[in-house]
Structures are given as C-alpha cells and as structure tokens.
C-alpha cells in the first residue's frame, strides 16, 4: 500500500498586528489581518479536503494551536515550536506518520491543488521538490524523506531573495532536486496591487 502523502501548510495565527506587517505599512493593519485570513481560509478550503493526501495545519505561536481548528477548518493542527522558519520546517515531518511530505505557505493566493499534486509526483522520483516564489524564496518544499540532514535550513537567509538558493547550496550533493511551478507571494501593497491586476479581466485584443 502506498504511504500517506502529507501536505502541511504552515500558517501565523491570524491575530490583529501579527501578520503581514509588510503588507500593513501600505494597507492597514486591519486589511492586512482580513486579507491573511480569508486568504488562509481559501487555500484551506482549495486544497484541505483533497483525497489524494492529509492535511495538517502547522501553527506558530504555539500557544495559538489549540485554537486552530476554530478558523482552520477543522484540519488537524500541529504546533510549529521553536526557532526560525528553517528549524521550524525541519522538525514538523518528523512529528508525521511515514509518507512524502509538502509544505506550503500560507499567504500565496495562486496556489491549487494541481500545483500540489504536480509537487508530490515529481516526489516520486527526487529527494526533494521546490516551488519558487518569483522574489528568490521560495512557497513549497516537498521532501521524500522526513528523515532530514541534520541543519538542512541552518544557514539560509530566510526573507530575501537568497533563501532558494541558500537551501539548495545546502542540499546533499547526492539528492536529485525538482522544481515546481513560479508563484508570487504577498509581501507588501505593490504585490497584492500587482496580483489583482493579474486575476482583473482584460478585454481581448
């Protein structure tokens, strides 16, 4: 029998002031707040209920995890624990029964469950998969192995357009690596203006 997929999407706990601070400077802390949530509650609602893997929603702070299931659809919550977002992704598939694992992030409005499938099958023949963020980061880490290389995520400068990069100069020379579709995170005003302008109807011609 095949192993469980898992798919894990880390999340903030939606609080007023604690998300999107970047992208509070130019819309507000309340909008911003709105924004994170509904778009945390659509990525639940896209790709949680999918029958070809389990979801599970990774929490930080921790102290927030009990309270998950009231805005996290009911998906099983996980705390996130300790430590910088390297550490933080590094212990989660270990806390997971046997099976592949994704890990996306939560503040990326494009992403479907195709995208996620599309990570677990190039799963099926890599070490590890990466879906790049057009800004150098990266929305997904999928990994065949939750059995990881010890400080894997340690030497990464997380938040600049070197994170993809520093995770994969920190890779195994031995794994065979895959990459997934180009997304756009939101960060600040200028992305979430950018991509309404994307999903905006455009008259042909």
Not at 83 to 99: K, N, Y
Not at 165 to 175: M, N
Request: glycine share 12%; proline share 8%; charged share 25%.
């Amino acid at each position: 029998m095949r192993p469980t997929r898992h798919l894990v999407i880390f999340a903030k706990a939606p609080l007023l002031g604690q998300v999107k601070r970047r992208l509070a400077g130019g819309i507000g802390a309340v909008a911003a707040q709105h924004y994170y949530r509904a778009t945390l509650t659509e990525l639940i609602r896209r790709v949680g209920r999918d029958r070809r893997w389990k979801c599970w929603l990774a929490i930080t702070p921790d102290k927030m995890a009990r309270l998950g299931q009231s805005w996290g659809g009911g998906l099983p919550v996980l705390p996130q624990g300790t430590g910088d977002l390297g550490a933080r992704m590094a212990r989660v598939p270990r806390r997971l029964p046997p099976g592949p694992t994704v890990i996306i992030g939560s503040d990326i409005p494009a992403i479907e469950g195709a995208h996620v499938a599309r990570a677990f099958a190039l799963l099926s023949g890599h070490d590890a998969v990466f879906g790049p963020a057009a800004d150098g980061g990266y929305w997904l880490v999928g990994l065949h192995n939750r059995r990881l290389p010890f400080g894997l995520f340690g030497k990464v400068r997380w938040s600049t357009a070197d994170a993809l990069a520093d995770t994969l100069a920190g890779l195994p020379s031995r794994w065979c690596v895959a990459r997934c579709d180009t997304l756009h995170d939101i960060d600040d005003a200028d992305d979430l203006a950018a991509w309404r302008e994307r999903k905006r109807p455009h008259p042909p011609g």
